[in-house]
């Protein structure tokens, strides 16, 4: 709308306004619903966030820091298909308020929003994949003058880009999943309530999982490279934090490969970033992570890092941490011992470079200032 119309008309109507449109608000999905709801901190703009499934949530609605939060408490089924309905629900919002422009997350999002006459999208994609489908394509393909992409990292952006190469490349581009650095904080427990909580001995050397208990996880591997570790250092502990339907069948791969009483699965636990200072060490190996939250929660804590070295997991630790390749399990031992090994200093220093890291490239204020410059944002900067 341009300045000269707003001013004209009633100061309701001259607000500048956002809709963010969300399939739903289960983790992580109310904290990205937080993280995008930030970008606008201190502008002109409010933020209306649109939850399409999901019961109404005080407690939701209060965490994501919008200034308007809508569910309109689809379920997931209803949103199968053609989701004519949910087109109906979005349209009826936008007829009634203005907005500049919609950040949309997930395909379902960005479908349902690109399906508003004159409503620019910005459309975050979390995971890989997402626009591998023929009819997706030829969708996306349709909407390219009023749509633009963001992968949550460089990783996804490329495969963004190797699924649309039609798309205009310079709006296929990155922005970072961030941390609210001081928040976090703030919530964590210290080293000795976090072990007592969690039960573990104070005298152990923990390395820590967190994650679903699911093949993209392969905590399979983990397992073998501790297995070899433990060998050499009988007080080293392994702590899985998570469920899924590899449970079982880990636990009896635990059991075979002698570690059983060294490995303990917890389970889900809420929260469990606030624990995190009850760990030594932090090992992510995951099949083509396409972000790693979790890192950026164990980087807080100041832990020492091995990360398996696709997707986007080796952006995020860059040089802070060590890295090595899908499924080597003797790598990942190799790199275990070092994280036992790490001198306090070191550990220090470590814990000072990745903290530096997290506030010059995932925190709210750097992803922010990042968002901001963006070519296709910049015409709403003004």
Not at 130 to 135: K, P, S, T
Not at 250 to 262: D, N, R, S, V, W
Not at 331 to 343: F, Y
Not at 361 to 379: G, I, T
């Amino acid at each position: 709308m341009p300045d000269e119309i707003r001013e004209s008309l009633p100061k309701s109507v001259q607000e500048k306004w956002v809709l963010q449109l969300c399939h739903g608000y289960g983790m992580p999905f109310h904290d990205v619903a937080r993280q995008y709801a930030a970008l606008f901190a201190g502008t002109e703009y409010k933020v209306c966030t649109v939850f399409l499934t999901g019961k109404k949530n005080e407690q939701v609605a209060k965490f994501v820091g919008s200034d308007d939060v809508v569910f309109l408490e689809n379920t997931s089924k209803d949103i199968r298909g053609l989701k004519l309905k949910q087109i109906r629900q979005v349209r009826e919002l936008c007829s009634k308020r203005h907005y500049e422009f919609c950040i949309a997350h997930r395909f379902k999002s960005v479908y349902i929003a690109t399906h508003v006459a004159n409503l620019f999208v910005m459309g975050v994609q979390h995971a890989f994949g997402g626009y591998q489908r023929w009819g997706r394509k030829f969708y996306i393909q349709r909407q390219k003058k009023n749509l633009a992409l963001m992968g949550v990292s460089n990783a996804v952006r490329d495969d963004i880009r190797s699924c649309l190469p039609k798309f205009p490349q310079e709006n296929i581009v990155t922005l970072y999943n961030r941390i609210d650095i001081q928040q976090q904080k703030s919530g964590l427990l210290d080293r000795e309530e976090a072990r007592r909580e969690l039960n573990l001995p104070d005298d152990a050397f923990v390395f820590a999982n967190v994650g679903r208990l699911h093949p993209d996880k392969d905590q399979s591997t983990l397992l073998k490279a501790f297995a070899d570790v433990s060998k050499k250092y009988p007080k080293a502990l392994l702590v899985i934090v998570g469920k899924g339907r590899l449970e079982e069948s880990l636990k009896a791969e635990a059991k075979a490969l002698g570690i059983e009483e060294q490995t303990r699965f917890t389970g889900v636990v809420p929260e469990a970033s606030k624990y995190f200072q009850a760990f030594d060490g932090y090992i992510l190996t995951s099949d083509h992570e396409p972000f790693g939250m979790v890192l950026l929660e164990a980087m807080l804590a100041g832990l020492p890092i091995a990360a398996c070295n696709t997707g986007g997991a080796s952006e995020v630790v860059c040089n802070t941490g060590i890295t090595f390749e899908l499924g080597d399990f003797a790598e990942l031992a190799r790199a275990m011992e070092k994280i036992l090994n790490i001198t306090d200093e070191e550990r220090r220093v470590a814990a000072q470079a990745m903290e530096q890291r997290l506030i010059s490239h995932f925190s709210d204020e750097a992803v922010r200032e990042a968002f901001w410059q963006l070519p296709f944002v910049q015409p709403f900067s003004g």
